[in-house]
Antibody, heavy 119, light 107 residues
Framework: QVHLVESGGGVVQPGRSLRLSCAAS????????MHWVRQAPGKGLERVAV????????YYGDSVKGRFTISRDNSKNTLYLQMNSLRDEDSAVYYC????????????WGQGTTVTVSS | DIQMTQSPSTLSASVGDRVTITCRAS??????LAWYQQRPGKAPKLLIY???SLESGVPSRFSGSESGTEFTLTISSLQPDDFATYYC?????????FGQGTKLQIK
C-alpha cells in the first residue's frame, strides 16, 4: 500500500530552523516527483516546493524562496524540507505529496505535520 | 504567475442536488487542471485530473469540464459524504497554483 508519513513538525521561534521529513513506502519513490504543500489554519492550500524524481530540478513558491530547501534521498525513500528563517506566517500543516505520472495531478498525500512558529 | 479564481467560496445545497463549482485561470493552462476534495482535518484527495479525467475509485457522480480558461466541477447528485471543501489546481507550470477553495455545506 502506498504511504507517505511526515515527521519533524513542532513549535519553533521566529527566525529559527526546522527540518521536515517524509518517509515513502509502497511505491518506487525514485520514479516520482514530490511536493511539499502547506495549509495555514483555516486557510487554503499552498504548494511550497517540488523536486524532480532524480533531484535534478527544484521549484519554490515565492513566499519561501531563499529560505526553504527541498531535497530527497532516494536510497532512503525520504523527502526533506529544510526550513530556515521561519516566520509567523509559515505556521501551517505541511503535507508531503506525490506527483502522479503523465500529468495526472497530485495523487498521493501524507497525513501532514504541524509547524507552529511562535515566540 | 498563473492565478486561479474559484467560485463560489461557499455553497449551500441538499442531498440529491446537482452542484457546480467553477475555476477560471488567468491564462491558458492547456487542460492541466485538477480538482481535490478535502474533509476537515484530512489531507486532500484527488478527484479529477487533466480537467475531465476521473481518478480511479472516485464515484462517477463527479465530473469535470472545460471551456477555454474556465473549468467546472460538477457533482450530479450530492451524497452526505460530499459535504467538504473543494480546490482546483493548475499544473501547467511549476507553480502548481491552487484556487481559494469552495466549502460545500448542507442547506
Amino acid at each position: 500500500q502506498v504511504h507517505l508519513v511526515e515527521s519533524g513538525g513542532g513549535v519553533v521561534q521566529p527566525g529559527r530552523s526546522l527540518r521536515l521529513s517524509c518517509a515513502a513506502s509502497g511505491f518506487s519513490f525514485s520514479s516520482y516527483g514530490m511536493h511539499w504543500v502547506r495549509q495555514a489554519p483555516g486557510k487554503g492550500l499552498e504548494r511550497v516546493a517540488v523536486i524532480w524524481y532524480d533531484g535534478s530540478n527544484k521549484y519554490y513558491g515565492d513566499s519561501v524562496k531563499g529560505r526553504f530547501t527541498i531535497s530527497r534521498d532516494n536510497s532512503k525513500n525520504t523527502l526533506y524540507l529544510q526550513m530556515n528563517s521561519l516566520r509567523d506566517e509559515d505556521s501551517a500543516v505541511y503535507y508531503c505529496a506525490r506527483d502522479a505520472v503523465a500529468g495526472n495531478g497530485i495523487d498521493v498525500w501524507g497525513q501532514g505535520t504541524t509547524v507552529t512558529v511562535s515566540s | 504567475d498563473i492565478q486561479m479564481t474559484q467560485s463560489p467560496s461557499t455553497l449551500s445545497a441538499s442531498v440529491g442536488d446537482r452542484v457546480t463549482i467553477t475555476c477560471r485561470a488567468s491564462q491558458n493552462i492547456n487542460s492541466w487542471l485538477a480538482w481535490y476534495q478535502q474533509r476537515p482535518g484530512k489531507a486532500p484527495k484527488l478527484l479529477i485530473y487533466k480537467a475531465s479525467s476521473l481518478e480511479s475509485g472516485v464515484p462517477s457522480r463527479f465530473s469535470g469540464s472545460e471551456s477555454g480558461t474556465e473549468f467546472t466541477l460538477t457533482i450530479s447528485s450530492l451524497q452526505p459524504d460530499d459535504f467538504a471543501t473543494y480546490y482546483c489546481q493548475q499544473y501547467n507550470n511549476y507553480s502548481y497554483t491552487f484556487g481559494q477553495g469552495t466549502k460545500l455545506q448542507i442547506k
